[in-house]
């Protein structure tokens, strides 16, 4: 391609770190769309015939086709997409493939691909992300009144629902949505045009490209246009944050499908067996997303510390930029659509979440209330009260709903038969009614307003 200024061939080692065709074939679409946008402003422009333009846009065809099915000759010493594209569409139709790069440069074309392979994920997460909470909502809607211990510490603290747990969840997908939407507004403005670094004397029309590629509005420093990445690096810290909540959630499945716990299983589809032991029902896939966080996160550290320091404008650097967003955003894909697959698979096992969310006293904070609300009790004076009788309720191995009235008063004499109300692990989840709280009039509250919002 640039033969003019080379008389020999470049080193195999010059190569062999020069070349990138293997992985940023992927953005062949983008690359294409984006070439036959430029071309159709070129010719609107007068910059290059109609003739031309409309070689340029069947050739370009015909080079997607054979990129899809596979018969595309991929050249590395073509180093990249963009030459490949270029050096087959002058196979295909001649001296017009040579006007197509005309007011523009490989640094503002890759800037663009790049730009709409990172804008198609975005719309990709949302609409995983979406289908991930529509899983939730379906076992909130099932399990809204289904009692479960919630945890602090991960020790029992206080009965929830498990509607409730799975709600939570939905809410985090919900900022993560929002931040991936943040994050494509902002970075959907056009490179394209900027071409090497200062613009182009030629009279391109950015706007139109802009419009062509569905951007918001051309990018107003060219400088800017080809050095930025931190599109990518933005879309990256949110595909990091996304990733924990998956990993949270992920952990969350294989503490609950042990053997200790039993409080969901999941299907054949969603687990694996061993090797050696034939009892073995393992959570891989929760195991597995729980684990795709740390490749997501490596690639914002990798790609983060790739740009620091480059200077203005485009320095090869950049090429680097690629494969660790290809990496994490594929991670991020099935690891979405794997949880989705998760959730929407597990039983939750009602009897072994109820008989735990009444274990460990984790009424004691209903008794201490009760004792706030019906004798007046300064609050920290009931903490202690309620303290002593979790001491004896643990001394007779009772739970407190199981306590005989008399050894409750030898306590506090004034406790009355009323107090039974409160120690089940229904009654104190029924009793939470704040606004977001457990209790099962307000899960169903919250699921109704994500079914209208999720259609
Ligand atoms: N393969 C290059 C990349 O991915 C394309 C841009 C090349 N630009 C240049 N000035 N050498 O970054």
């Given at each position: 391609m640039w033969g003019g200024r080379f008389s020999a061939q470049p080193g195999a080692l010059m190569q062999a770190i020069n070349v990138c065709i293997d992985y940023d074939q992927k953005l062949a679409p983008q690359d294409i769309r984006g070439s036959k946008a430029h071309a159709s402003m070129l010719a609107a422009q007068k910059i290059i015939t109609e003739e031309d333009c409309l070689a340029i846009h069947k050739g370009l065809d015909e080079i997607l086709e054979e990129i899809e099915s596979g018969t595309f000759p991929f050249k590395p010493e073509l180093e990249d997409i963009h030459l490949n594209v270029e050096n087959r569409l002058k196979e295909k139709i001649?001296?017009?493939?040579?006007?197509?790069h005309t007011g523009r440069s490989r640094n503002d074309q890759v800037a663009t691909d790049f730009r709409l392979w990172v804008r198609d994920y975005l719309d990709l997460f949302d609409a995983l992300l979406i289908n991930l909470q529509s899983a939730l909502l379906g076992q909130a809607d099932q399990h809204a009144d289904t009692i479960m211990p919630g945890f602090t510490h991960l020790q029992s603290a206080q009965p929830v629902t498990f509607g409730h747990h799975m709600m939570a969840y939905l809410e985090m997908f919900a900022r993560d949505r929002s931040r991936f939407a943040d994050c494509r507004q902002r970075m959907n403005e056009s490179p394209l045009g900027a071409a090497a670094l200062a613009?182009?004397?030629?009279?391109?029309?950015?706007d139109a490209t802009t419009k062509a590629l569905e951007f918001d509005r051309p990018m107003a420093n060219s400088l800017d246009a080809v050095s930025a990445r931190d599109f990518a690096l933005e879309a990256l810290a949110a595909a990091s944050i996304c990733a924990t909540h998956l990993s949270r959630l992920s952990e969350e499945i294989v503490i609950w499908t042990s053997a200790q716990f039993q409080f969901i299983s999941l299907s054949d589809e969603f687990t694996t067996g061993s090797s050696i032991m034939p009892q073995k029902r393992n959570p891989d896939a929760a195991e597995l997303v729980r684990a795709k966080v740390g490749r997501i996160v490596g690639a914002l550290t990798s790609l983060t510390i790739v740009m620091k320091g480059l200077p203005l404008a485009y320095s090869k650097d950049m090429q680097e930029d690629k494969e660790p967003v290809f990496d994490a955003f594929e991670a991020l894909e099935l690891g979405l659509a794997a949880m989705a697959g998760m959730v929407n698979d597990m039983t939750p096992n009602k009897e072994s979440l109820a008989g735990a969310a009444g274990?460990?006293?984790?009424t004691a904070t209903d008794l201490a209330d009760w004792l706030v609300m019906?004798?007046?009790?300064?609050f920290r004076d009931a903490h202690h009260v309620t303290g002593r009788v979790v001491a004896l309720a643990e001394k007779q191995g009772k739970t407190l709903d199981k306590m005989d009235l008399a050894d409750l008063q030898s306590v506090e004499p004034h406790i009355t038969d009323d107090i039974y109300r409160v120690l089940s692990p229904l009654a104190s989840a029924n009793s939470r009614t704040s606004y977001g709280g457990t209790a099962p009039s307000e899960v169903k509250k919250q699921v109704e307003r994500w079914k209208k919002a999720l259609g």
């Open positions: 001649g001296d017009a493939a040579g006007r197509l613009g182009t004397p030629y009279p391109i029309d950015r274990a460990a006293f984790s019906s004798l007046n009790m300064p």
